[in-house]
């Protein structure tokens, strides 16, 4: 039986299951998603492919698990981005700005979308929307939690009950998620965004009013 590693089971990947996920990840980026089989995965990880389907499941599982781990990482990197709070230099407005600045540069920046996008567009697109359940709620999750973290830190936040703080947080996050997520899995669609002045003023018209909540 599978471990159910990184598609929202019970396990989160341990080292081994993300030595494999980062094996397959090489897999489909040389070989496009059609071209990448189990039998290569595998082998190139040097593991059976008994091995890889008791870890981390039949080959669907095995790109769902691929994508949540590069979303994942995605988000890490965005994250490493933002002026500290309790910096004299932190500010609401740009705060969430980059937020919108680190999604859009580090996504176009992904080796593996690149890799995936050049080798085979129409079958990563198509794999990117598919998966995107996989993901969304923990996205949803990281943008509600860096929503309440702006918000704790924002003097000018309007006052809420813990009831409506938590809740509006959740659908915030879950629009914004889904949002950011769109532009991972359409990268090429509305909005064009090409400059980070271009990014900063879409950030200001759009998400600002959203998340500040002012």
């Given at each position: 039986?599978?471990?159910?590693?990184?598609?929202?089971?019970?396990?989160?990947?341990?080292?081994e299951d993300i030595r494999l996920i980062e094996a397959a990840a090489s897999v489909f980026a040389e070989r496009?998603?059609?071209?990448?089989?189990?039998?290569?995965?595998?082998?190139?990880?040097?593991?059976?492919?008994?091995?890889?389907?008791?870890?981390?499941g039949p080959r669907e599982q095995i790109l769902r698990a691929m994508y949540a781990h590069e979303a994942q990482?995605?988000?890490?990197?965005?994250?490493?981005?933002?002026?500290?709070?309790?910096?004299?230099?932190?500010?609401?407005?740009?705060?969430?700005?980059?937020?919108?600045?680190?999604?859009?540069?580090?996504?176009?920046?992904?080796?593996?979308?690149?890799?995936?996008?050049?080798?085979?567009?129409?079958?990563?697109?198509?794999?990117?929307?598919?998966?995107?359940?996989?993901?969304?709620?923990?996205?949803?999750?990281?943008?509600?939690?860096?929503?309440?973290?702006?918000?704790?830190?924002?003097?000018?936040?309007?006052?809420?009950?813990?009831?409506?703080?938590?809740?509006?947080?959740?659908?915030?996050?879950?629009?914004?998620?889904?949002?950011l997520h769109s532009i991972a899995v359409m990268p090429d669609g509305p909005p064009v965004l090409e400059t980070?002045?271009?990014?900063?003023?879409?950030?200001?018209?759009?998400?600002?009013?959203?998340?500040?909540?002012?």
């Amino acid at each position: 039986m599978a471990r159910n590693s990184g598609r929202g089971g019970a396990q989160p990947p341990d080292a081994e299951d993300i030595r494999l996920i980062e094996a397959a990840a090489s897999v489909f980026a040389e070989r496009g998603i059609k071209g990448a089989s189990t039998d290569d995965i595998a082998r190139s990880a040097g593991v059976t492919r008994v091995t890889l389907y008791r870890r981390l499941g039949p080959r669907e599982q095995i790109l769902r698990a691929m994508y949540a781990h590069e979303a994942q990482r995605l988000m890490m990197s965005v994250n490493a981005r933002f002026t500290p709070f309790e910096s004299l230099e932190w500010d609401p407005v740009r705060h969430v700005e980059d937020l919108l600045v680190g999604t859009v540069f580090d996504i176009r920046r992904s080796e593996l979308l690149q890799r995936l996008v050049e080798v085979d567009k129409v079958e990563a697109m198509a794999m990117l929307a598919g998966q995107s359940d996989s993901v969304l709620g923990a996205i949803t999750e990281i943008v509600a939690e860096f929503v309440r973290s702006t918000w704790n830190a924002d003097v000018h936040t309007r006052p809420m009950d813990a009831d409506e703080f938590d809740t509006l947080s959740r659908e915030v996050g879950s629009v914004a998620g889904r949002f950011l997520h769109s532009i991972a899995v359409m990268p090429d669609g509305p909005p064009v965004l090409e400059t980070e002045d271009e990014i900063r003023s879409l950030a200001r018209r759009v998400l600002v009013p959203m998340i500040l909540q002012r």
